[in-house]
């Protein structure tokens, strides 16, 4: 069942949501900072990356769902992200770039998604079916700067993808417009699974 989760309260933690993400290698993550910055997104964003469990909400203990992103993290290895080749895709209020749904993301996602969702809610409801892996680029951004954004977004390069070796367990503090994404936690992809 979805929830709300843009106005949630900070919860005991200091976050309001949570999710589990691969981040971007810095040239990727500067390439979509310098694009965020000309059009300005009216939404709270995290630096560059693909989502492996989406945004979920009302844990119990912070340190337990640690230990499940490291457990998993540890029998996974390094991903590659690929880009599908389609280049930018539009939506109402966003743009980005879909991914390959390799068997590797594909495995890293079910797993922490089943892992870290027994301990959780869903914010959004998505079904496990329903993975699209992808790399946003911006989210909501300014009406004016709408065609100023689709215009950048097919100019930014970002390669064919990139290798990812770690997990990023994160959480918004605050609300979806005004609050901000920090990093909690990076957890090594060590594992034989994925290579």
Request: hydrophobic share 45%.
């Amino acid at each position: 069942m979805a929830i709300d989760a843009s106005d949630r309260p900070n919860d005991r933690f200091g976050y309001s949501v949570y999710a589990g993400v691969l981040l971007a290698p810095r040239a990727q993550a500067d390439a979509v900072a310098r694009l965020r910055e000309r059009i300005r997104p009216q939404r709270a964003m995290l630096p560059a990356h693909v989502t492996v469990m989406g945004t979920f909400c009302g844990i119990e203990s912070l340190d337990g769902v640690k230990r499940l992103f490291r457990q998993v993290s540890a029998r996974h290895g390094p991903v590659e992200v690929k880009f599908d080749g389609a280049g930018l895709q539009l939506f109402k209020d966003s743009g980005g770039l879909f991914v390959e749904k390799s068997a590797a993301l594909a495995g890293l996602h079910k797993e922490i998604t089943a892992a870290i969702g027994a301990v959780s809610i869903d914010a959004y409801g998505y079904a496990d079916e329903r993975y699209a892996p992808h790399l946003t680029l911006w989210q909501e951004c300014p009406p004016e700067n709408a065609t100023l954004a689709g215009e950048l977004g097919r100019e930014v390069k970002l390669g064919a993808g990139f290798r990812v070796d770690a997990v990023a367990f994160v959480g918004r503090s605050g609300p979806a417009h005004g609050g901000r994404w920090v990093t909690i936690a990076l957890f090594a992809l060590t594992g034989r699974a994925g290579r």
